[in-house]
């Protein structure tokens, strides 16, 4: 049997990553470049086209027959542009057609990251098996992406879903994206450790002052610790809330470095949870974390690519 792979891309602020993947969710070569975020336009591509062309010298590159790409954001796959905030040499860059050229003219789809992640949750994660999921990642932003009535969601533009900039707060902090109040201005790694900070709580001997510190020490029993990471709950519990108004979601599954802290969010991720969705038909919302890992990126790249042997997961970028 010939088996068909795709080479997937996950581009972020830190790190190029590429893979070819099977059918199955299977890695068989992987290479990684460096983002080199602060340089200019292409010299990110060229690093973009030696991942690539790692993966061409595979063997197995004969059978590739498409290119997955999930990107930092924001992305616009109708366009086939990208212009992550943290890369600034790439505004509008046209990275599907630069990608098209590298790879021969293959294939090429393109989703934004947290669209990808949850391309990865329902294909061989915690939401695998549910039609109607909203999937997040929680890091030093936070993103997300919908499953509706069994598909990938991404949108016209490949953003939909993008729970980071719900305002949860009405009258609350500006937002680097000029709103206020938006849930990853509360929720994100680096908004729990300054609020933490702010109000008093201070890094060990080792002066660790990331969010990944303020969950040892609230794991610890610290109060203003444990409070920030209760604000941070609060916050992502009336974004599901609200999500799981709008489209009738069945579960919420994060990821990202801040799910790492365990229960030490989800327990008050759950109790906020049953404070904010009230109504019959959210009630019984289930909350889980992601399981794709570091892989979630090439994983939801490569599923993002056909609806075909990558089952329900997968749609066209362009929705
Ligand atoms: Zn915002």
Known sequence: MHNDLVAALDIGGTKIAGALVDDSGKILVRAQRPTPAREDGETVMRAVASVLGELCGSPRWLDVTAVGIGSAGPVDASAGTVSPVNVPGWRGFPLVDRVRTVTGGLPVELVGDGVAMTAAEHWQGAARGYDNALCMVVSTGVGGGLVLGGRLHPGPTGNAGHIGHISVDLDGDLCPCGARGCVERIASG?????????????????????????????????????ASFERAAQALAAGIAATATLVEIRIAVIGGGVAGAGEVLFAPLRRALHDYARLSFVRDLAVAPALTGTDAGLLGAAAAVSPGPRGQAAATAAG
């Not at 702010?198 to 002052?209: H, I």
């Open 190 to 226: 680096p908004n729990i450790a300054r609020r933490a900070l702010e109000d008093g709580w201070r890094p060990g001997e080792d002066g660790d002052s990331t969010a990944a510190a303020v969950a040892a020490a609230a794991a610890a029993g610290d109060p203003v610790a444990v």
